[in-house]
């Protein structure tokens, strides 16, 4: 017998009420209640569909449009932005930028922030100040932390471009933010400094939750400290990275504002990155359309990357 | 029957005071945000003036100039522009293409086309009409330490060569290699300043987007001026400005200027009060001189300058009347100065009244400043540019201004990422191609 044919064969499994004789006064209630659920969770669809689905619609219908700066009309042009976007000369620049930032970012947020994560797990004391002062890194506004790296990096005044031209890795008065490849070290060291908080917390939230036995165990078989990170830490947080990679990814490859408050994308765009592409196209050559195609995208990049990602995981985790 | 029913409604209305005159207009006024001191004397003339006005109500905004644009695109999607903006002239380009304006023409005729500074007025002139009222004229010249000037025994350069030479002569080593002083600074950051400095050597030599007169393209055919005027500028930010200049805004400059760590650069006189909150003893050596021409046997032909001007934006007959009014008022000469005194020496009346009016020339600031402001007002504010309004009212501007097409192909060539000659047929190529975006 074959698979479909068992399948033909089983009866439809009944609702799990089934042995219940629903009367009229049921069914009236089983309504009252239904009617009562919808009522609850209208305000959250008329939330998805005003504040999800309607953006998302809009912008792919822009993405398919051209609009005249002038009388601000609209005209269907079909795939054309995506096409221009695809012969732009910039394209192979900005996602080579958006590549370098995203990867670094990740990697420097994820090692410290689990290294971050391993120290503040101590019992020492002073660990509940450590870890509040770890944490302020997340919660100071941006434009803060921006004027601040500024600050650090200026050629004349800053500490890191001091404490660099005294080692001579910069020549006297220069500046990170202007040479290319240390602009884009720069906004990246911003933003690791700024993301790191968030990987250290979830972290650190993962590691309360191993069980103790388990390094008690692993010492009892003689583990190294090293041995005891590698084969009881390290799998534990598996679960937690898996998570926070496809969210931070997401986070990273949109986050716009540090890179656009530190350089501008420059100096001669070597750090403008994908968010800053689809900024200069809608609001400085006020091209909606192809801002929106832009945005469709990146929207579709990440989408297959992190399906793709998720793919992967499961098919690692079936046995 | 009809007569006798609207004269019933005319006795009803008059004996209510519900006549035109007390009818309800509420105006909406936008101003970008400089200093608080500029918002504050703004308020306080709305307050003045409307009690002429009787019914007339304004609802005052202050607009940060990074969010204008997107504020501006949404208001007139909306159909709520405002109906008095204070803005800079890329804005009353960008609003004039976007039909978002009225003519001011009759504006300026009733105050005396004669008293504002032609130049100011001809930035914003489209189709034989006038679409802001110049209120800040705006200036751009070098600003210079005296007293370096007099210890390195040097004159005023009157030419490109001779500003490079002084400007290598003021850069100074110190014992540790490291300069103490640095010549000139030339600031190249990506957004908006490095098109300003570019455009500021570019317009010394007669170059120009669009020509004056004709009103055509002509940068492509102005490609040898445009390179020399680029190769310049790299030169004097390699012989005389911090390394670091490449990515330098204003705030930067200005401060290196204010702290005595270079010794002269292109500005636009906000170092002045800058000076005075945070160096004061450094200004009483402050001078300027009009940025040089090419060659010494002929004046520089242009700047690059700007202005902050007034917008009336299209809405109702009743409301468009009442801005005039309101303006009409605020243009009075005390009140002009006033407003220029608000930010002093940055900001200079655009009308002669108000320049030679006993509140803008008693001004501590003025006093002090007052051969440099004879300098800028006789030499640099006649005749000045933006880039794209040379030939009048343009929206290109402001796409140079909210993009960083110039930028990059300035501080790739400084960088020495691309030859100066690809830099000028990159900004050609975007320039054409934003024209022919406009046109669409």
Not at chain 2, 174 to 199: C, E, H, I, K, N
Not at chain 2, 326 to 343: F, I, T
Not at chain 2, 405 to 426: E, Y
Request: contains cysteine.
């Amino acid at each position: 017998m074959t698979r479909r044919s068992v399948a033909t064969a089983m009866p439809a499994p009944a609702p799990p009420w089934h042995h219940l004789r629903l009367g009229t006064s049921w069914q009236l209630l089983i309504d009252k209640q239904a009617r009562t659920g919808l009522l609850f969770i209208a305000p959250s669809v008329l939330f998805l569909f005003v504040f999800v689905f309607y953006p998302v619609f809009d912008v792919l219908r822009l993405s398919m449009s051209a609009i005249s700066f002038v009388t601000d009309r609209e005209r269907f042009v079909g795939i054309a932005n995506f096409v221009e976007i695809l012969r732009d000369p910039k394209l192979a620049t900005v996602a080579w930028n958006t590549l370098i930032w995203t990867v670094f970012s990740l990697i420097g947020q994820f090692g410290l922030g689990l290294a971050a994560a391993l120290c503040i797990n101590q019992n020492v004391p002073g660990m509940k100040l450590i870890r509040t002062i770890l944490l302020l890194p997340y919660v100071v506004p941006v434009i803060a932390l921006a004027l601040f790296w500024r600050w650090m990096l200026d050629g004349s005044f800053g500490i890191i471009s001091a404490a660099l031209q005294s080692l001579g890795v910069l020549g006297a008065d220069q500046s990170p933010l202007a040479l290319p490849n240390g602009a884009m070290a720069s906004v990246i060291l911003a933003n690791i400094w700024r993301g790191f908080p968030f990987v250290m917390i979830s972290y650190w939230a993962a590691l309360q939750g191993i069980p103790t036995e388990q390094y008690e165990a692993a010492r009892v078989d003689g583990a190294s400290t090293w041995q005891e990170f590698r084969f009881v830490t390290l799998p534990c947080l598996g679960a937690i990275t898996r998570v926070m990679l496809v969210l931070r990814l997401v986070w990273t490859v949109t986050f716009f504002d540090i890179v656009w408050l530190i350089t501008r994308g420059g100096p001669g765009g070597a750090t403008e990155h994908w968010p800053i592409w689809i900024y200069e196209e809608t609001m400085g050559f006020f091209r909606f359309g192809t801002g929106a195609a832009l945005a469709v995208f990146l929207a579709g990049i990440l989408i297959v990357c992190s399906t793709a990602y998720l793919l992967l995981l499961r098919r690692e985790s079936d046995p | 029957m009809k007569y006798s029913v609207s004269v019933a409604i005319g006795i009803v209305t008059g004996l209510f005071g519900f006549g035109a005159s007390a009818r309800a207009v509420d105006l909406t006024f936008w101003t970008n945000l400089t200093t608080a001191a500029q918002a504050n004397v703004i308020q306080k003339q709305i307050n003045e003036c409307l009690p002429q006005q009787p019914g007339v109500t304004v609802k005052f905004e202050t607009v940060p100039f990074g969010a204008m644009y997107t504020r501006l695109i949404t208001a007139l999607r909306k159909d709520e522009a405002p109906n008095i903006m204070n803005t800079i002239e890329g804005a009353v380009g960008f609003m004039q293409a976007k039909n978002g304006l009225v003519p001011v023409t009759d504006v300026v005729d009733k105050l005396d086309r004669k008293d504002f500074i032609a130049s100011y007025l001809n930035a914003v002139a489209k189709d034989g009409q006038i679409w802001g009222l110049p209120d800040w004229a705006l200036h751009q010249e070098v600003w210079y330490r005296r007293d370096l000037f007099e210890k390195a025994g040097l004159k005023v350069p009157h030419s490109w060569d001779e500003l490079l030479q002084a400007a290598k002569n003021l850069t100074q080593a110190a014992a540790d290699g490291r300069p103490a002083m640095y010549g000139f600074a030339v600031p190249m950051g990506r957004s908006l300043v490095a098109p300003q400095t570019y455009f500021q050597i570019f317009y010394s030599g007669g170059g120009a987007i669009f020509d004056p007169k004709t009103g055509n393209y002509v940068f492509g055919d102005q490609k040898p001026l445009a390179e020399k005027s680029l190769a310049f500028m790299i030169d004097l930010y390699k012989a005389a400005s911090p390394p670091a200049s490449v990515e330098w805004s204003w705030s930067e400059y200005r401060t290196a200027f204010v702290k005595g760590q270079v010794a002269m650069t292109n500005e636009w006189g906000a170092v002045v009060q800058m000076a005075a909150e945070q160096n004061p003893d450094i200004l009483k050596s402050f001078d300027v001189f009009p940025f040089p021409g090419p060659s010494a046997a002929e004046k520089p032909a242009a700047s690059l300058g700007g202005g902050y001007y007034y917008l009336v934006g299209k809405s109702s007959p009743d409301k468009v009347e009442a801005s005039k009014k309101l303006l009409l008022c605020m243009y009075d000469a005390k009140r002009v100065a006033e407003r220029a005194n608000s930010r002093p020496i940055f900001a200079i009346p655009a009308t002669k009244s108000a320049f030679d009016s006993a509140t803008f020339q008693s001004n501590d600031t003025v006093k002090h400043f007052k051969p440099q402001l004879e300098t800028i007002f006789k030499d640099v504010m006649p005749t000045w540019f933006r880039y794209g309004m040379e030939a009048g009212l343009n929206p290109i501007t402001g796409q140079i201004e909210a993009t960083t097409f110039i930028g990059d192909a300035v501080q790739n060539a400084a960088l020495n990422k691309i030859k100066v000659s690809d830099a000028v047929n990159q900004i050609d190529e975007q320039l054409r191609f934003q024209i022919e975006l406009l046109r669409k």
